[in-house]
């Protein structure tokens, strides 16, 4: 399972020493902007069970943020991952 949830994977990645980017599970559009506002962009926007690059996204700006979260629409039941690349 932690294998098919990116979030769950990093985080067991993290506890077991091996160094991975910053990242946030989030469902909503405020929490996406908090992320992006702690981190700075650019950023990985992806679904949690997604395979490959499919739905895969590279935010550059607040705008494409906002472009992108209207497309994946986070929510509590589907929620997304964010994660720095930087």
Same mark, same amino acid.
Request: charged share 25%; with cysteine; proline share 8%.
């Given at each position: $399972?932690?294998?098919?949830?990116?979030?769950k994977?990093?985080?067991?990645?993290?506890?077991?020493g091996?160094?991975?980017?910053?990242?946030?599970?989030v469902? !909503?559009?405020?929490? #996406?902007?908090?992320f992006?506002?702690?981190?700075?962009?650019?950023?990985?926007a992806?679904?949690? #069970?997604? #395979?490959?690059?499919v739905?895969t996204?590279?935010?550059?700006?607040?705008?494409?943020?906002? #472009?992108?979260?209207?497309?994946?629409k986070? !929510?509590a $039941?589907n929620?997304?991952?964010?994660?720095?690349t930087?």
């Open positions: $399972a932690r294998f098919r949830d990116k979030a994977m990093k985080e067991a990645l993290r506890e077991a091996v160094p991975v980017a910053r990242h946030r599970r469902a !909503s559009a405020s929490e #996406a902007r908090e992006v506002s702690e981190v700075g962009c650019p950023v990985v992806k679904p949690l #069970a997604g #395979a490959a690059p739905a996204y590279r935010v550059t700006s607040v705008s494409e943020l906002d #472009a992108v979260l209207g497309v994946m986070p !929510s $039941a929620p997304i991952q964010l994660a720095s930087s």
